[in-house]
């Protein structure tokens, strides 16, 4: 993501009274993490329907399993550390 597009970028530039950044790298990186989460975890509304359950699916498939499963798992870990980030803050 552009800095120059992101709050966390945007807040990281600017500076306080004293010259101080609004936020520190750390807090920076922190940010960054949890919204690649959010997006990883496809937490963000959908503004499209999702096709991808309609298609066909070919069951006579042979051959090694595919990664969805654990692409799914990943999916849910990243949700569930948005998740527990959140809860950590209320």
């Known amino acids: 993501m552009n800095d120059g597009e992101s709050p966390l970028g945007w807040l990281r530039n600017r500076k306080d009274r ?3 950044p609004l ?3 750390e807090q920076f990186e ?3 993490c949890l919204r690649a ?3 990883f975890g496809q937490m963000s509304p959908r503004v499209t329907t999702n096709w991808s359950s309609l ?3 070919d069951r006579s498939r042979r051959g090694a399993p595919s990664n969805t499963a654990r692409f799914r798992d990943e999916v849910l870990a ?3 550390r948005v ?3 959140c809860r950590r803050r209320t």
Do not use: F, L, T
């Open 55 to 57: 298609a066909p699916h």
């Open 18 to 20: 004293s010259g101080r």
């Open 37 to 39: 989460d959010y997006w």
């Open 23 to 25: 936020i520190g790298q």
């Open 30 to 32: 922190a940010g960054d």
């Open 83 to 85: 998740m527990r980030a």
């Open 78 to 80: 990243a949700k569930d």
